[in-house]
Structures are given as C-alpha cells and as structure tokens.
C-alpha cells in the first residue's frame, strides 16, 4: 500500500491504542508540509524564494492531494505570490483532518468519538491495521540507524520530520542526540534535484518559524 508523506506522518503520531494526537501543533505543520512536499515532486507545484505558485493543475489521481490541489490553486491564483509560510498557516487544520480521513478510508486507523466528562467531544483514531506503520518505522530505523541509502520520499519523509523537530515520534525510545546527527545528514544530503531542493529548504525554514513562534507564544 502506496501512502502519502503526510500520511506517515500522521501515523507516526497517532497513538496505536488510544489514538491520540502526540505533538499535535508540530505534526500538524509536518502534515501540511508533507502534502506540499508531494505536490512539488509530483510536477504540480513549484518553490522558489520562499513563495510557491502552481505550475500543473491536472489530478495526481491521489484524491488526498488533488483536494489540497484544487484549494491550493484558488488560493494561489487570487493575486501576488504567496508565500510557503502563508499556506501551512491556512492549510495545517484542513490538512491534518484530510490526512486522517484518509487514513480512515485506508482501514490503518478507525475513529473513535466520545464526550469528556458525559460533556466535552472527544475524536481519537486508534491504531486498525499497523502493518504500514511497523513497514515505515523499519524503513527508518535502516536508514537513521543502520545507515542504509534512503530513496527520495524516505529522504523527504525525514527532512520533514527533521524541520518540525519531530525525531520523537519517529523514535520515540531513542535520545534525540542519537539520531539527530544522521537526520541532519539526510535531510541536507544530495537526494534531491534543484527546484525539489529548494522546496525543502523553504518548507524546513518556515517550519522552523512557525514551530519557534508557536513555542515562544505558548511560553508568554
């Protein structure tokens, strides 16, 4: 089974048995992220100096993308260019509740609902077929750990990660010195043409300012 980079994301932070989210804010702007990142290496979108335009509005035939896709062109189209940052901000909610819908529709997760205290709604989408995400964590494993040659969606599954400071879901027993140095490595390596590069390097940096500012405004 063939899934998105958002997907795994989502996956690795989503509680196999109770189904919660683990660092929701940061995982969210991954997941948002990640359906960018599968746009500009599907040819539809491209990056260049921060801001993103759409090149290519034909489907991908993966209804998760075309859906952020056709939002993405509305949005794009009414004026200037607009700016990565701009888009993760507007996307990251949509983007999330897409992903796991997705994710529903797989059979990976089932979604649960109750109310808190007989009051509060309460959604959790515990853990229906680990298969793909016991395939994924493996994957990474060889490639953070045992150092195997990672191909170019692994690549970018990994710089994502590596941009939200997520190195905890993906593993979650390990020091984050144990894995950060070879993440970092991957993440900057040669795995990626120019224009897909430059797309990483912008949706790492506007990452790093959204999480930091999320950061700073929870700490005030």
Do not use: Y
Not at 19 to 43: I, T, Y
Not at 77 to 90: A, E, I, S
Not at 165 to 182: M, N, S, Y
């Amino acid at each position: 089974m063939t899934i998105t980079l958002a997907e795994e994301i989502a996956l690795l932070s989503l509680d196999d048995e109770s189904g919660a989210a683990k660092d929701r804010q940061s995982a969210g702007w991954a997941v948002a992220g990640g359906l960018l990142l599968e746009l500009v290496m599907a040819g539809r979108v491209t990056v260049a100096d921060g801001r993103l335009s759409v090149t290519d509005t034909s489907p991908t035939g993966v209804p998760l993308l075309d859906g952020r896709l056709e939002l993405l062109t509305t949005w794009a189209n009414r004026g200037r260019k607009r700016r990565v940052t701009d888009w993760l901000t507007k996307d990251q909610s949509k983007a999330v509740s897409a992903t796991i819908e997705s994710l529903c529709a797989r059979g990976l997760v089932v979604e649960e609902r109750r109310k808190a205290l007989g009051i509060f709604p309460v959604r959790r989408w515990p853990e229906a077929d680990g298969t793909v995400e016991r395939e994924l964590r493996a994957r990474l494993a060889d490639v953070v750990l045992q150092g195997a040659e990672p191909d170019a969606r692994t690549s970018g599954l990994i710089a994502l990660l590596q941009g939200a400071k997520l190195h905890g879901l993906a593993f979650p027993d390990l020091p984050k010195k144990q894995v950060e140095p070879r993440m970092t490595e991957i993440a900057s390596g040669q795995w990626a043409g120019g224009s897909l590069r430059e797309a990483i390097r912008n949706m790492q940096a506007a990452m790093v300012v959204i999480t930091t500012t999320v950061v700073v405004t929870t700490m005030t």
